[in-house]
């Protein structure tokens, strides 16, 4: 059992950080007190496609925070095998360990090969996260193309990427002209309008990688000739599985920085001031925090 500090998200919480409060009989590894944070997958293990190697596709997954009970909670009830100890990143740091477990799963499906050019398109908490891994791991240019703001700013102490395009929030068709198909793997989020944008920018033979979420009614047309006449590979992304050891290596230590990503903390009774401050976009990501 898990006492919580928990973001927000849709739903209940599903990115939950706090202390080990209780343990069962059985389990050895974890003492009461030890920092930690969660995993918030239950897999089935039985489907097809567990039996095969592909836990992600689940059949059966369900999620704390999303079908079931989260960590919005003063405490919480958690597997041995999806806690993970927390040594040096700071309770409200290691609530991005979930995100960033998503992006370590978005880099093995991009797979960069040394020396490539990526572009980021979108400079969210996981887009942030995202574009340091792939700085280390093949990625030798990488540009963030996103609205002028308070997020690319971010990007940049951060030192997220190699190159920073600052839309602007009105007029940014000029700065969109000037993005040419001089990269190999290009990586969206955002609206749909951007994505259908977005297969302009990739590089013949290059990926292009869905990366966000969108409602079943989103659509896009691309045309069939240019991903038949370019060879372009397009490939979606979606959470992650087994993925919270990398992630915790990467942040715990340092490796890939994440101070600042979380800009606003609330406790439980300011609920709708959170809501607000998301909704207007005051917030880059929020959190629940509990007292003492």
Same mark, same amino acid.
């Given at each position: 059992m898990v006492r919580s500090l928990s973001p927000l998200f849709r739903f209940d919480l599903l990115e939950t950080v706090g202390v080990v409060a209780a343990i069962g009989s059985d389990v050895k590894e974890f003492k009461i007190g030890d +920092?930690?944070?969660?995993?918030?997958?239950?897999?089935?293990?039985?489907?097809?496609?567990?039996? +095969?190697?592909?836990p992600l596709l689940?059949?059966?997954w369900s999620g704390h925070g999303t079908t *079931?009970?989260?960590?919005?909670a003063e405490y919480c009830a958690y597997p041995s095998k999806n806690i993970f100890k927390i040594q040096n990143m700071s309770d409200i740091d290691a609530t991005l360990l979930e995100p960033a477990s998503c992006a370590a799963h978005g880099l093995e499906k991009i797979a960069p090969k040394l020396g490539s050019s990526v572009l980021m398109i979108g400079a969210g908490p996981t887009g942030l996260v995202l574009s340091q891994l792939l700085k280390q791991n093949g990625g030798c240019t990488v540009v963030i193309a996103a609205n002028a703001g308070s997020k690319m700013d971010l990007a940049r102490k951060l030192d997220?990427?190699?190159?920073?395009?600052?839309?602007? +929030?009105k007029h940014p068709e000029a700065q969109w002209?000037? *993005?040419?198909?001089?990269?190999?793997?290009?990586?969206?989020?955002g609206s749909a309008?951007?994505?259908?944008?977005?297969?302009?920018?990739?590089? +013949?033979?290059?990926? *292009?990688?869905?990366?966000?979420?969108?409602?079943?009614?989103?659509?896009?047309?691309?045309p069939p000739s240019k991903i038949f006449g370019d060879e372009l590979t397009i490939i979606g992304s979606f959470s992650e599985t087994f993925m919270f050891p990398t992630a915790l290596n990467y942040l715990d230590s340092g490796k890939v920085r994440v101070e600042g990503i979380v800009n606003k903390t609330y406790k439980l009774e300011q609920w709708q001031e959170c809501l607000d401050a998301i909704k207007s976009k005051v917030a880059i990501k929020a959190a629940i925090v509990f007292d003492d």
């Open positions: +920092r930690v944070c969660a995993d918030n997958a239950e897999l089935c293990d039985e489907c097809f496609y567990c039996r +095969r190697g592909q689940c059949e059966n *079931l009970s989260g960590g919005f997220a990427a190699d190159v920073y395009i600052d839309l602007d +929030r002209k000037k *993005l040419n198909e001089d990269h190999p793997h290009a990586c969206t989020t309008k951007i994505l259908q944008d977005s297969i302009n920018y990739v590089r +013949r033979g290059g990926k *292009l990688v869905v990366y966000a979420v969108y409602g079943n009614d989103v659509r896009v047309s691309w």
